[in-house]
């Protein structure tokens, strides 16, 4: 009777830690909250955008939207959303952007028309591309797997570069008839690229110049406290996880959103929300637009397998960017070698731009300069010119545009005028 007492205790007590978890992680990512018409944007925006998926959001601003699909060598069917040009042939290279851990595609339109990348390319007569990666959102389909698989979330970030990007980028150059694309990456989004830039080298070649925002490469110094926690814990994180047969991370909700909007109103920009994600990214409440930070919470957290995570804490404990860590054993059968291999980053010869931050809590400044330094070709480097630009920045900031996607248009213009020579 006691021991059946205690295993029922120690099952509630997993339960509330497990809540717990997902609750905070769910404040983390749903970043701040409720709606309120007194709060006014920086952005040319509104509250519904929250509500609305990727197409819905490009066609409300006045854009073509196109549905794709690309199908991975494993199975998984991957989401494309493309913004097609408005005049064909005015630009040699189509450009894909990729998204964040736990993000979707909607990161690259949360700021709206005038502000966000992806309307900034498009308005400029660009075939955009934004990538739903496998698991998140809009990309749970598979060729004979369904999500209530454990076999469905086996995979890392590993095999989004491994096998998904190069899936997407075959697609994507046979559509717009192109022999190259442009890449803009965001944290993981710059993960998987190096992934498969390292281990499908033939990839480096349909690449005319990649741009790597906060690049999570480098990992070993960590400023954040909770994602620190995280990181000491996520072994026994997994145990939890694997009790309750939990294999996706953060699926998205309507109920987080619910959450967040009550716990966290949109009005106070010192709530708790906030404070959490400020200890997460870094603070810069200067930067900080609360509308868009609302809106953000509708599209994000977007879902992500518990194996990315895993294999994220992996790489900063070990401070090595290599393969999937499965102990010993395993990575003798796996891998022939007790370790996991590294990632051959001398494989990448692709055209590399670099934008890091100062104040970026979970891609450290150093570490952006020592991933730079890795690279077989030296890449354009770019600090961001505010000191207090952190990782979240990248796709929120009120200065985003000015310090980072101006810079980056720049350049691509510059690449046309290139290409323009070389074709008269």
Excluded at 42 to 60: N, R, S, V
């Amino acid at each position: 009777m006691t021991v059946g007492l205690e295993r029922s205790m120690c099952g509630s007590t997993a339960i509330a830690v497990y809540l717990s978890i997902v609750l905070l992680f769910s404040l983390v990512e749903a970043r701040t909250p409720a709606p309120s018409n007194k709060v006014s944007s920086y952005f040319a925006i509104d509250l519904e955008d929250g509500t609305m998926t990727t197409p819905q959001l490009i066609q409300k601003y006045g854009y073509h939207v196109e549905h794709h699909e690309a199908t991975s060598a494993d199975g998984y069917i991957i989401s494309l959303t493309r913004i097609p040009p408005s005049k064909p042939n005015r630009h040699r290279y189509p450009i894909l952007l990729v998204h964040g851990v736990l993000g979707s595609s909607g990161d690259y339109l949360v700021i709206g028309p005038n502000n966000s990348i992806a309307y900034l390319l498009a308005d400029r007569g660009y075939d955009v591309w934004l990538a739903d990666m496998r698991g998140n959102r809009y990309s749970q389909k598979h060729v004979r797997l369904t999500t209530d698989s454990p076999d469905y979330w086996d995979f890392s970030w590993h095999e989004m570069g491994y096998y998904d990007l190069p899936a997407i980028i075959e697609y994507i150059l046979r559509q717009a008839a192109a022999r190259k694309l442009i890449y803009i990456g965001h944290s993981q989004g710059t993960t998987v690229f190096f992934v498969m830039a390292s281990a499908r080298p033939e990839f480096n070649d349909k690449i005319a110049r990649m741009y790597a925002l906060s690049p999570a490469v480098c990992l070993k110094r960590v400023r954040s406290p909770l994602t620190r926690w995280l990181i000491d814990h996520v072994y026994h994180l997994k145990q939890l996880f694997d009790m309750f047969g939990v294999y996706q991370f953060l699926p998205h909700s309507d109920l987080t959103y619910l959450l967040s909007g009550i716990i966290c109103p949109m009005n106070d920009e010192n709530n708790i929300c906030m404070q959490i994600v400020s200890q997460t990214v870094g603070p810069n409440p200067k930067m900080v637009d609360m509308m868009a930070m609302h809106i953000l919470t509708g599209h994000d957290p977007a879902g992500a397998s518990v194996k990315q995570l895993l294999h994220f804490a992996q790489v900063q404990r070990s401070g090595q960017f290599r393969q999937y860590d499965y102990g010993r054993r395993n990575n003798t059968v796996r891998y022939s070698h007790w370790k996991p291999p590294a990632y051959n980053l001398s494989a990448v010869t692709a055209p590399i731009s670099i934008f890091y931050a100062l104040n970026d809590w979970l891609v450290d400044p150093g570490e952006a300069l020592r991933f730079a330094r890795l690279l077989p070709n030296k890449p354009l480097i770019n600090m961001v010119e505010d000191e207090n630009f952190n990782h979240l920045d990248f796709v929120t900031a009120k200065n985003a545009r000015s310090l980072v996607y101006e810079p980056i248009l720049s350049d691509l213009r510059e690449i046309d005028e290139l290409t323009l020579k070389e074709n008269t």
